[in-house]
């Protein structure tokens, strides 16, 4: 007989590992089934997210970070460093440290907690059998039988036949992450998220970038303003963005020929490096065997309610695998809130106070709606900005740019969205976070004491503003 779970988890990624520690919490014999293994040949927890994405990105933006400062912005602290090294792989080997600890902790987390770790390809078979098959094709697949499925598969970078991959001048963003020396001219196509935290960590290390972006705005997701200021920033760094570029054909020889177009006409450049980073999709590849109905959407996503659940009795799906934002967070707190519902308890996600954050310099954070969403769809509002220029702590910080914009209701003054560019914009955020899931106005942020001198101080000044009545600036 098929060993039997409370729950199987396929999906061992931000979503499916937290689901399942929760689902153990809470006293469900429960399994992940994963098929990851990193590129030491070893299978890993944590999906792509701490192996590929989250985590190893902003291990070398840290790294390259904390270079570019020594070079270009100490001396203004009267800090002069001298000649400054770059070692590569160093860089790559600390940041593969980080990946390894990490995903060593999920394996941890996991025997403390007595949750059974299937390797392999798993696939959902009818009657919430799941089949788990060797990852390298060799030896025989088992079948486990569960009382409850949760599919938490992620996504995968897409591909584009105009820039085909080779994994070495033409690559990924899983690629991006294992250059072993700074590429002199880079080429990104997709001035997105990842187009923008790839090319700062390459272009702060010294080389020339290049994003050829599709559409002719930049970032459309964000608050305009605030996109215009962080685009401003990023084109003065060096970052050179080309929009309304369509690339027609990139060919790896000794160096990357891409041709584009744009309004000018057809235009061509010469890059060491390739990266394609034009979004991701969901990961549903011989995932459920022909006689399961599990219903996938327009986009491939598999289709689920508000509470995560699919067209099956007892299967689940939550993370990068369903609608909403490809964000690590958004999949946990997805995953909790499916374990509690499966252990009876009340579960819920508001999906509307999930905050974004872009790990550039500066960083770029928000929480809710911007004003053209607003604007589009006729809701009247009152919005407030303050520069992080006229804090006391940003100045002592050398950390001048950008600023925070609240913005809420005109009737109610009930917070509607908080966007920040600016320093530490990362961390700001949660506190927009916490006040919109009280409900609070922009008052109450205004009333709230902050600490002096901190850059929260900027978000408190916003909030008065609001109401104009900031007490740094001129309203
Ligand atoms: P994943 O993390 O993709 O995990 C899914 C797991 O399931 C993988 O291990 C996969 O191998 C496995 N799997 C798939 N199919 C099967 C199968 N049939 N059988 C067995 N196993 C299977 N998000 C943020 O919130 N913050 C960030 O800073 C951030 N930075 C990113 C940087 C980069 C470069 C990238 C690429 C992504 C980044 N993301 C970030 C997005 C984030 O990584 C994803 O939103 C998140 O990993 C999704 O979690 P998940 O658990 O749904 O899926
Ligand atoms: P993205 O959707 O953020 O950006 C893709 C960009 O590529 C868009 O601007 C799009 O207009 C452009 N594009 C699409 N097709 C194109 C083409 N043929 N030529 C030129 N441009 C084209 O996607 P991404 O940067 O690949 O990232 C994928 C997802 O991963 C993100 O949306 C996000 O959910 C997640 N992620 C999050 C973080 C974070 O939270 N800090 C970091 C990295 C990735």
């Given at each position: 007989?098929?060993?039997?779970?409370?729950?199987?988890?396929?999906g061992?990624?931000?979503?499916?590992?937290?689901?399942?520690?929760?689902?153990?919490?809470?006293?469900?014999s429960?399994?992940?089934?994963?098929?990851?293994?990193?590129?030491?040949?070893?299978?890993?927890?944590?999906?792509?997210?701490?192996?590929?994405?989250?985590?190893?990105?902003?291990?070398?933006?840290?790294?390259?970070?904390?270079?570019?400062?020594?070079?270009?912005?100490?001396?203004?602290?009267?800090?002069?460093?001298?000649?400054v090294?770059?070692?590569?792989?160093?860089?790559?080997?600390?940041?593969?440290?980080?990946?390894?600890?990490?995903?060593?902790?999920?394996?941890?987390?996991?025997?403390?907690?007595?949750?059974?770790?299937?390797?392999?390809?798993?696939?959902?078979?009818?009657?919430?059998?799941?089949?788990?098959?060797?990852?390298?094709?060799?030896?025989?697949?088992?079948?486990?039988?569960?009382?409850?499925?949760?599919?938490?598969?992620?996504?995968?970078?897409?591909?584009?036949?105009?820039?085909?991959?080779?994994?070495?001048?033409?690559?990924?963003?899983?690629?991006?992450?294992?250059?072993?020396?700074?590429?002199?001219?880079?080429?990104?196509?997709?001035?997105?998220?990842?187009?923008?935290?790839?090319?700062?960590?390459?272009?702060?290390?010294?080389?020339k970038?290049?994003?050829?972006?599709?559409?002719?705005?930049?970032?459309?997701p964000?608050?305009?303003?605030?996109?215009?200021?962080?685009?401003?920033?990023?084109?003065?760094?060096?970052?050179?963005?080309?929009?309304?570029?369509?690339?027609?054909?990139?060919?790896?020889?000794?160096?990357?020929?891409?041709?584009?177009?744009?309004?000018?006409?057809?235009?061509?450049?010469?890059?060491?490096?390739?990266?394609?980073?034009?979004?991701?999709?969901?990961?549903t590849?011989?995932?459920?065997?022909?006689?399961?109905?599990?219903?996938?959407?327009?986009?491939?996503?598999?289709?689920v309610?508000?509470h995560?659940?699919?067209?099956?009795?007892?299967?689940y799906?939550?993370?990068?695998?369903?609608?909403?934002?490809?964000?690590?967070?958004?999949?946990?707190?997805?995953?909790?809130?499916?374990?509690?519902?499966?252990?009876?308890?009340?579960?819920?996600?508001?999906?509307?106070?999930?905050?974004?954050?872009?790990?550039?310099?500066?960083?770029?954070?928000?929480?809710?709606k911007?004003?053209?969403?607003?604007?589009?769809?006729g809701?009247?509002?009152?919005s407030?900005?303050?520069?992080?220029?006229?804090?006391?702590?940003?100045?002592?910080?050398?950390?001048?740019?950008?600023?925070?914009?609240?913005?809420?209701?005109?009737?109610?003054?009930?917070?509607?969205?908080?966007?920040?560019?600016?320093?530490?914009?990362?961390?700001?955020?949660?506190?927009?976070?916490?006040?919109?899931?009280?409900?609070?106005s922009?008052?109450?942020?205004a009333?709230?004491?902050?600490?002096?001198?901190?850059?929260?101080?900027a978000?408190?000044?916003?909030?008065?503003?609001?109401?104009?009545?900031?007490?740094?600036?001129?309203?």
């Amino acid at each position: 007989m098929a060993k039997a779970f409370d729950v199987i988890v396929i999906g061992g990624g931000p979503a499916g590992y937290v689901a399942a520690i929760r689902c153990a919490q809470l006293g469900m014999s429960t399994a992940v089934v994963d098929e990851f293994v990193y590129k030491d040949g070893e299978p890993a927890l944590g999906g792509t997210c701490l192996n590929v994405g989250c985590i190893p990105s902003k291990a070398l933006l840290d790294s390259s970070e904390q270079y570019y400062k020594i070079g270009h912005e100490l001396e203004a602290h009267g800090i002069k460093a001298g000649n400054v090294e770059l070692d590569v792989k160093a860089m790559i080997a600390r940041k593969d440290r980080v990946v390894k600890d990490l995903t060593g902790g999920i394996a941890q987390l996991f025997k403390a907690n007595k949750i059974e770790w299937l390797k392999g390809h798993g696939k959902l078979l009818s009657g919430k059998q799941v089949e788990v098959s060797p990852t390298d094709g060799k030896g025989k697949a088992r079948t486990y039988q569960a009382e409850n499925v949760i599919i938490a598969t992620g996504s995968k970078p897409i591909e584009i036949d105009a820039a085909p991959l080779d994994g070495d001048k033409i690559v990924n963003s899983d690629d991006a992450l294992e250059f072993t020396e700074v590429p002199k001219r880079l080429g990104i196509i997709g001035a997105g998220v990842i187009g923008l935290e790839m090319g700062s960590v390459w272009r702060r290390l010294g080389s020339k970038v290049i994003l050829l972006e599709a559409q002719d705005t930049f970032l459309p997701p964000v608050d305009q303003r605030l996109a215009k200021l962080a685009q401003k920033d990023f084109e003065r760094q060096g970052l050179d963005i080309r929009f309304g570029a369509r690339v027609t054909n990139a060919k790896a020889g000794k160096t990357v020929s891409v041709h584009y177009e744009d309004k000018d006409g057809k235009q061509n450049i010469q890059v060491d490096k390739l990266i394609v980073c034009v979004g991701r999709r969901p990961n549903t590849g011989n995932l459920f065997a022909e006689d399961v109905e599990l219903l996938l959407d327009e986009r491939g996503l598999i289709n689920v309610d508000e509470h995560c659940r699919t067209n099956l009795p007892g299967v689940y799906a939550i993370g990068d695998v369903v609608r909403g934002p490809m964000l690590a967070h958004k999949g946990s707190e997805e995953g909790v809130m499916v374990a509690e519902l499966i252990a009876g308890k009340p579960g819920h996600v508001n999906y509307d106070t999930i905050p974004w954050v872009i790990y550039t310099h500066p960083e770029i954070a928000w929480v809710g709606k911007t004003e053209q969403q607003l604007k589009a769809a006729g809701v009247p509002f009152n919005s407030g900005t303050f520069n992080f220029a006229a804090t006391g702590r940003a100045r002592a910080m050398e950390e001048t740019a950008g600023m925070v914009k609240v913005i809420a209701h005109k009737e109610t003054d009930r917070i509607l969205g908080v966007h920040i560019v600016g320093p530490q914009a990362s961390e700001l955020i949660a506190e927009a976070v916490v006040a919109m899931e009280f409900h609070g106005s922009s008052e109450d942020l205004a009333r709230i004491i902050h600490a002096h001198p901190t850059l929260s101080e900027a978000v408190h000044e916003a909030a008065l503003s609001v109401s104009r009545r900031a007490i740094h600036k001129a309203n």
